[in-house]
Structure formats: C-alpha cells, structure tokens
C-alpha cells in the first residue's frame, strides 16, 4: 500500500513511500556506501565513513558507533586497519616495528625532501638534480628565526659594550692629554703643598670670615689650589661627574668625587688646626662651635654623605665649587 508519508534513510538520506522498501534498504549491506558514492553529497573532500557511521549535524566526521577504541594511540581508518605514521616526519610506516626502526634514524625529512628548503619532490632523480643545482633557499622554521634574532640582539650587545670600552679608553687618553700639563710637577690630591701660606693669611681669613667656619674653609681651600703644582684635581664632566681625574705619585687616576673632596677638606682643616693663630675660647659659644666643626672636619672619612653634618656637607658642596672654578680657570 502506497503512503503520502516519506521514509527517509538517516545515512545516506534515500527516501521512499514504502516503509517496506526502506526497511530492504536497511537490510542490504552496501545500498547505503553505493549511494553515497554515486552521489555528490561528500564537497568538502572528506572520506566516506562506514554505512552504520553517524553523521554529525556539524559537518564533522562521527566514529563509527561500532567502532573500536583504539588504546595505542595510533590512526585507524575505516577498514578498522592501524596507521602507523610517524610524528616527526609524518611517513606512514606498515606495520609498528617498521614505526620503531624508522624514527630511530628519521632526521625529520622524508626520502624525497629537500633537506636545504624542505622542497618534495615526486622522485628521486628530481631531489637529486635540485640538489646538485645548488639554487635552493635554506629553509627557516620559527625556531630557527628565533635563534637568529637573538644572536643578533647578542651582537648588538657586544657592540655596545665595545663602543662603551672605547669610549672609556677614549676619556682616559684625553685625561692623559687635556686635562694636565705634564709639564707640572704636580704635587698628591692628598698632600699638597702649603709652604706659600702664612700664619698672617690664616688670621686674615680667620678675621674676615666672622667665625663661620664654612667660608673660612672655602677661603683657605682657594688659596691652598692657587699653586699650578696644587691643581692636580679636575672633573672630567663638570657639575655632573661622580669621579675625579687626580694626579697620585705622577700618575693620572680616577678617584671617587665624594671622597676627594672630603680628602681636601680634611687637609685645610688640619691647616687651621696646626696654625695656632687662632685663640680658643671655649666660654664663647660662637668660636667653641667654630672649633668644634674644625674637629669634624679634620677626621672627614665617611665614605657615605648620609652620615655627615650639615657643616661637613656645605664644606664638600663648596669644594666643589672651588675645583669647577679651577678647571675653568677662574683661580
């Protein structure tokens, strides 16, 4: 009896009027695969699963709902036959002790690829006269590009530090050059020569300075480096250098900022201390202060200005002022 309702086959989607015809169609082992292969249902160019495969409604291929889990962790196809391929080289062995004895020597090249650019080829005789042409272009994967750009990144940095080596030996020559004249026969940064001051200067300093113990300093310290013998102190980068280029037994050196100043202070103080010119009072307050900051200043050696006194830092802030003036000629 014929039906206005259409049968529909899940698989291959054949349709009929006949529950009968579709249950024969059902029943017979290969109606469903010849369809599917006479059609042109496959255009996304996927293999044709098993008749009993499911079909997703994704467009993704389903297992076949019969089909064994394969615990190896190797391909199966649709013959329930094992794919052994290796994963380096993607070559597809026969059986797993062929799979095991190839990736033992397999360098990550098939038989038939250009080891130089990666190129396949259909033969060998093809691979061998690309080969001999010697005209292919290395290939390079993202690991390689990565080695490259760090090697690169590494060069860079040691031309920088070259460059920074040359440009120190570059400052070293022209403090060899420029910033004294060996013509001097200078005297130590840290004994210098004070035969040309009297008793009478420090007295006059000491009067003009109204018991202020900072300028007394600054106005000793600049008469002490009047001498061309005492100008043996310069500062390579002006109010921004953190070394001094000093002379110390005739020879040029680098010396920290901070301590060859405190080292000057501490021979002007000595200066006044050994003068004996000045009286000490220590009823008055004003000149028992000056004394006890000339104290301070003959025993300067802290190597970090966090620890020293406000009077200790005006000293050192001013020496350094004086030696701007002298490199620039101003003393």
């Known amino acids: ?38 059609g042109d249902k496959n255009t996304d160019g996927q293999n044709v699963k098993h008749m009993r495969q499911n ?29 052994f391929d290796c994963k380096i080289c993607n070559k597809i062995l026969s059986c797993r002790r062929s799979l095991v004895r190839h990736e033992k020597l397999c360098k990550g090249i098939d038989s038939l690829q250009c080891p130089t650019c990666k190129m396949f080829f259909n033969t060998r005789q093809s691979k061998h006269q690309h080969i001999k042409a010697g005209k292919c272009i290395p290939f390079k994967d993202e690991k390689d590009s990565r080695i490259e750009e760090l090697e690169k990144q590494l060069e860079e940095e040691k031309q920088k530090r070259k460059e920074a080596e040359d440009s120190k030996s570059t400052i070293n020559n022209i403090t060899n050059n420029i910033y004294f004249d060996h013509s001097i026969n200078y005297n130590n940064y840290d004994n210098l020569n004070l035969d040309h001051i009297t008793k009478d200067d420090i007295k006059r300093l000491f009067n003009n300075c109204r018991m202020q113990y900072p300028e007394l300093s600054e106005d000793l310290t600049r008469m002490i480096l009047r001498p061309k013998e005492n100008q043996c102190i310069y500062l390579p980068e002006g109010q921004k250098s953190n070394t001094c280029a000093v002379i110390k037994d005739g020879v040029e ?35 028992n202060q000056f004394w006890a900051d000339n104290r ?36």
């Open 1 to 38: 009896m014929v039906s206005n309702k259409s049968f529909v086959c899940e698989t291959c989607r054949y349709s009929t009027n006949r529950k009968y015809n579709l249950e024969l169609h059902h029943h017979s082992p290969n109606a469903c695969e010849k369809r599917l292969k006479r």
């Open 55 to 83: 079909v997703n409604t994704d467009g993704q291929n389903v297992k076949h709902m019969r089909q064994n889990v394969n615990t190896d962790g190797q391909n199966v196809n649709i013959n329930n036959k094992k794919v």
């Open 253 to 287: 050196m680098r010396k920290p900022l901070i301590r060859v100043l405190m080292d000057l202070g501490v021979q002007t103080a000595t200066l006044i201390r050994d003068s004996n010119v000045i009286v000490r009072n220590k009823k008055d307050v004003v000149n």
């Open 296 to 331: 301070n200043a003959c025993g300067l050696n802290i190597s970090d200005i966090e620890y020293m006194t406000d009077n200790d830092k005006e000293i050192v802030q001013r020496n350094k002022n004086i030696v701007l003036d002298m490199c620039d000629g101003k003393i």
